[in-house]
């Protein structure tokens, strides 16, 4: 179980900020490592934790108020206030259709296609002639904040990908691709937290002491990968498109359905 632990905290790593679907990643690799059911869900969600807290630290100088400096604290308190903004839609179509979405939707054939239905999306988005109308988080406005996270609920759907949903949500509304992907990260904060803790309330009474520890350790794996991959994925897209991202999504999802057919 550790092992299992370490490889899921690694994948979760790896995927929850590329617009690929670290939720398709894990369900796939559950079924490869025979480790599903009601704590497996629960556990897919929690680790999401560590992913949190490797923004906050790699975004910390974007994010975290300094209470000395009001200008800087006043900046900060309005961006934190347009992220909870873009949260909203999630948090009503989450709750409301959570125990839906575990029951039918959590399976190889639906994280399949919507891999691919994304990825199609990805590149129309990306590829198409569009004005970059806003390039910084000072220029963001609530209502567009909301848009975009009225399209993150399509992330609802496993495979979808919660990154490649507020990305594509951004770039379809004027944003430029460095802004598109920080928005992203921002609001992953407050989205992936609520549903950890969530998870965490829903199940904690059918948790025992050495499922807390696979948690953790699963968390801390997810927070040690995920710090390097945001960096690296920053990096990267100051000079690439999301095209790869979408190729690699297609095929994937045709892997996917041809190995569980």
């Known amino acids: 179980m550790i092992l299992k632990a370490i490889i899921l905290g690694i994948i979760e ?17 559950n079924k490869f490592l025979d480790f599903e059911g009601s704590f497996a869900n ?5 680790i999401q934790v560590g992913a949190i807290l ?21 900046r900060k308190i309005r961006l ?34 919507a891999l691919i239905l994304g990825a199609f999306m990805l590149l129309y988005f990306e590829n198409r002639d569009h004005v970059v109308k806003v390039e910084d988080e000072e220029e963001l406005t609530y209502r567009q904040a909301f ?4 399209v993150q609920c399509l992330a609802l759907v496993p495979g979808m990908s919660r990154s490649a949903s507020t990305i594509v949500g951004g ?22 937290f609520g549903a950890s803790f969530y998870k965490m309330v829903k199940g904690g009474l ?23 991959v945001i960096a690296a994925f920053m990096n990267y897209i100051k000079k690439h498109s999301f095209n790869l991202f979408a190729y690699y999504r297609i095929v994937l999802g045709v892997l996917v359905l041809y190995i569980f057919k």
């Open 147 to 150: 848009i975009v996270g009225i």
């Open 80 to 113: 934190w206030s347009k992220v909870l903004t873009g949260l909203i839609p999630a948090v009503i179509l989450g709750v409301l259709f959570e125990d839906i979405i575990d029951k039918y939707l959590f399976n190889t054939t639906t994280v399949a296609l």
């Open 42 to 46: 629960t556990f897919d969600v929690v």
């Open 206 to 228: 059918n948790i025992n002491g050495g499922q807390w520890g696979i948690l953790a350790l699963g968390t801390a794996v997810s927070f040690i990968v995920a710090y390097f």
């Open 54 to 74: 490797a923004v906050v630290l790699y975004f910390r100088e974007k994010l975290i108020p300094d209470f000395k400096n009001k200008a800087d604290f006043n």
């Open 13 to 29: 790593g790896l995927t929850e900020f590329l617009p690929i679907s670290s939720t398709g990643h894990l369900i796939i690799a």
């Open 171 to 192: 770039l379809g509304i004027g944003f430029g691709r460095k802004l598109a992907a920080e928005f992203s990260f921002f609001l992953a904060v407050p989205t992936l």
